[in-house]
């Protein structure tokens, strides 16, 4: 299963709502998990199954989507948020990442 | 807090064997929950998912890996390790090592340490 993200670069300003989408090759249901990764570290798990938002991520995040097209949004843009976004599907594996979208704050 | 550490050699020379451990704490491997994966991350680039190990030791590889990669388990320690044939430079990278649930989403992260591959 093959994830496309677009854009792979956004630049955006403080309170934007931003919003990054995730096309898979397939439908995958709402079997999507987005991570945030800021450079020199790991990746963190943002969202699970679409739409579920993990413990202790801010509520700014959201995601949705089923079969083939899935969303990551961020509601109002903060400075911490510059990072790098990946989605990842859960449909059995291999499991496979998206290309990432990297999200520079103006 | 469950928290993964990886360790093992920074350097490995070209048709050697890169061996990691990922060492778990605040969580029991052998509790049968979850699944162990190990990423990797070359410099600038993506996520490559090279493959899990349950408790029981069944695994599951990237198939552009899976001639070449062995993923083990040991719960006497609580870790489980890495072992990567025939290495080239394209497997210089930054490995991870994470938590997997039943659904594979990897909720808790390592650190993640630097394999370069050179002679």
């Known amino acids: 299963i093959q994830l496309t993200q677009s854009p792979s670069f956004l630049s955006a300003s403080v309170g934007d709502r931003v919003t990054i989408t995730c096309r898979a090759s397939?439908?995958?249901?709402?079997?999507v998990a987005w991570y945030q990764q800021k450079p020199g570290t790991a990746p963190r798990l943002l969202i699970y199954?679409?739409?579920t938002l993990q413990s202790g991520v801010p509520s700014r995040f959201s995601g949705s989507g089923s079969g083939t097209q899935f969303t990551l949004t961020i509601s109002s843009l903060q400075p911490e948020d510059s990072a790098t976004y990946y989605c990842?599907?859960?449909?059995?594996?291999?499991?496979?990442f998206g290309g990432g979208t990297k999200v520079d704050i103006k | 807090q469950v928290q993964l550490q990886e360790s093992g050699p920074g350097l490995v020379k070209p048709s050697q064997t890169l061996s990691l451990t990922c060492t778990v704490s605040?969580?029991?491997?052998?509790?049968?929950?979850?699944?162990w994966s190990w990423i990797r991350q070359p410099a600038g680039k993506g996520l490559e998912w090279i493959g899990r190990?349950?408790?029981?030791?069944?695994?599951d590889y990237n198939p552009s890996l899976k001639s070449r990669v062995a993923i083990s388990v040991d719960t006497s320690k609580n870790q489980f390790s890495l072992n990567l044939i025939s290495v080239t430079a394209a497997d210089t990278a930054v490995y991870y090592c994470?938590?997997?649930?039943?659904?594979?989403?990897?909720?808790?992260w390592g650190t993640g340490t630097t394999v370069t591959v050179s002679s």
């Open positions: 994470a938590r997997t649930t039943v659904t594979y989403y990897l909720d808790v």
């Open positions: 605040g969580a029991s491997i052998s509790s049968g929950r979850d699944y």
């Open positions: 190990v349950y408790t029981s030791g069944s695994t």
């Open positions: 397939q439908g995958i249901r709402s079997y």
């Open positions: 199954e679409a739409s």
């Open positions: 990842q599907h859960l449909n059995g594996f291999p499991v496979t």
